[in-house]
């Protein structure tokens, strides 16, 4: 994965849509986004097209797992050390 050193100008999630096929053992999810420059400076935020993206089943169960502990972590008040938001 490419890591992203800098807030400025990532992505950030604001909708999603998920549906399913228990066939194809998959997880479909639509996703819209918004650049975080605009809430700084509407004038120079990017529109994004919304994103539909296919997620294999035991992707989608590690990803429900990792998000869960960031929620938790969140939750009790502890910080990743790891990520500098300013320097």
Same mark, same amino acid.
């Given at each position: 994965?490419?890591?992203?050193?800098?807030?400025?100008?990532? $992505?950030?999630?604001? *909708?999603?849509? !998920? =549906?399913?096929?228990?066939?194809?053992?998959? &997880?479909?999810?639509? #996703? #819209?986004?918004?650049?975080?420059?605009?809430? &700084?400076?509407? =004038?120079?935020?990017?529109?994004?097209?919304?994103? =539909? &993206?296919?997620?294999?089943?035991? &992707?989608?169960? !590690?990803l429900? $797992?990792?998000?869960?502990?960031?929620?938790?972590?969140?939750?009790?008040?502890?910080? *990743? *050390?790891?990520?500098?938001?300013?320097?």
């Amino acid at each position: 994965m490419k890591s992203q050193d800098e807030i400025i100008g990532m $992505r950030q999630l604001t *909708n999603f849509q !998920a =549906d399913h096929s228990a066939f194809g053992s998959f &997880v479909l999810l639509r #996703s #819209s986004f918004t650049d975080t420059i605009s809430y &700084v400076c509407a =004038d120079k935020s990017t529109t994004f097209a919304d994103q =539909d &993206v296919i997620i294999r089943l035991d &992707v989608a169960k !590690a990803l429900i $797992r990792e998000l869960q502990k960031r929620v938790d972590y969140i939750e009790a008040g502890i910080e *990743n *050390n790891a990520v500098q938001l300013v320097e």
